[in-house]
């Protein structure tokens, strides 16, 4: 039986990947730019730019944050620790494209600006990179305790190194032996 902290220290990383890979995808949605621009034909129209058209790079961090979920939970040792370690450089990047462009927000502009919207949407990557930063560093940290997916199924040598009564019980079973009967 695994380890109740390790499970449950799964379970928080997995949910930081999965919230910071969906607050990354709405903030790409999200507007991050506005301006109003005198056009010949039409006059002053007002363009919006989202996140994925100021930093391109929103989107791809997203998908990296949901194609961590599946390492962490099939990887174990060291190959968890390089994920938890990409996924923080990944965290830092989010939170680096998020204050690109902010200072703009602060200045003077005309009336009708969406200052809001565009501080939700740059503060949204923001948080984001926080939460992929935090599931970095309980990966890199915990990663001996998480528990592994198919870690029941390994080598026979593998198997002679952990001596859990309750997992040779178990064991037994699934190989069809009685472990109540004594030989």
Known sequence: MPDRSGVRLLWTVLALLLLGAGALWLSSRLTWS????????????????NGAGVSSALVPLAVLALTAVAAVLAIGGWGRRLVGLLVG?????????????LSAVFGPHPVGYPRLQILFGHGLAMLAGVLLVVAAVLVVRGAARLP?????????????????PDTELWQALSEGH???AHE
């Open 34 to 49: 506005w301006s109003r621009q005198p056009t010949p034909l039409r006059g002053v129209q007002v363009v919006s730019v």
């Open 89 to 101: 450089v990944a965290g830092l990047a989010a939170v680096w494209a998020g204050t690109s462009g």
């Open 178 to 180: 009685d472990p109540t």
């Open 148 to 164: 592994r997916m198919g870690a029941g199924y390994q080598t026979p040598s593998a198997a002679k190194r952990r001596r859990d």
